[in-house]
């Protein structure tokens, strides 16, 4: 599976938009990039995963460059309770269900 | 959504003790589940894949014989620590997905909500 790249901590303010990026330049193309979010001393939670297209649902948008080389999560309005570790893993199509985790992006959401 | 439950959430035991931790899938049926394990400030490593009716498959350097799995019905799977030590202190986590949820790509993971375990 291909290797991603976050950065490891990130702020922002309640209310504002977060963007979280992910680098996954090895990417190939029967890959998607799923995103996983963990809150403190809970088991982690899906989110939202595309392939190409930008995806958006209730919780949160998904860009994908269309190089598919890199891909940004949108929390459109963060909340305090969005303060968790956010991770991004590449998956091949039919997986979804073995994960690889990497480190992640600490996003601490203050007032 | 589905809903995959962990029991217990929390437990402590005495060094060379074993401790069984159970991963329910509530309204769906599971032929895998994965356990993983957390350490404090570290990432989530997959341990096992828990394949029901057969045995399970364990990742490089987890000892089979000390993590002991069994997936015995389509929506339970135990993982049972033997002789535990204090260096097997972890955050215990399973993992499963409903078959034929028609995703493109595949389907998503439901997670547990973890077993803390303390060996003192």
């Known amino acids: 599976d291909a290797k991603t790249t976050q950065p490891p901590s990130m702020d922002c303010a309640e209310g504002r938009a977060a963007n979280l990026p992910c680098n996954h330049s090895?990417?190939?193309?029967?890959?998607?990039v799923y995103w996983y979010r963990q809150i403190h001393s809970q088991g982690p939670q899906y989110i939202i995963h595309g392939l190409k297209n930008n995806e958006t649902n209730e919780m949160a948008s998904l860009i994908i460059t269309e190089d598919r080389k890199s891909s940004t999560l949108i929390l459109p309005h963060a909340t305090l309770r969005d303060t968790a570790v956010y991770y991004c893993?590449?998956?091949?199509?039919?997986?979804?269900?073995?994960?690889?985790f990497g480190t992640g992006t600490q996003l601490k959401v203050e007032l | 959504g589905a809903v995959v439950s962990q029991h217990p959430s929390r437990v402590i035991c005495k060094s060379g003790t074993s401790v069984k931790i159970e991963c329910r899938s509530l309204?769906?049926?599971?032929?895998?589940m994965f356990w993983y394990r957390q350490f404090p400030k570290q990432s989530l490593m997959l341990m096992a894949t828990?394949?029901?009716?057969?045995?399970?498959?364990?990742e490089q350097g987890v000892e089979k014989d000390k993590f002991l799995i069994n997936h015995a019905s389509l929506t339970l799977s135990t993982l049972t620590v033997t002789s535990a030590h204090p260096e097997d202190s972890s955050f215990y986590i399973c993992?499963?997905?409903?078959?034929?949820?028609?995703?493109?790509?595949?389907?998503?993971?439901?997670f547990g909500q973890g077993t803390r375990l303390t060996v003192v």
């Open positions: 828990s394949n029901e009716g057969s045995k399970a498959t364990y």
């Open positions: 893993i590449v998956i091949p199509r039919g997986g979804g269900n073995k994960l690889t």
């Open positions: 993992s499963a997905s409903p078959p034929g949820r028609g995703l493109v790509g595949g389907t998503e993971a439901f």
């Open positions: 309204d769906f049926q599971a032929t895998t």
């Open positions: 090895t990417i190939s193309g029967n890959e998607y």
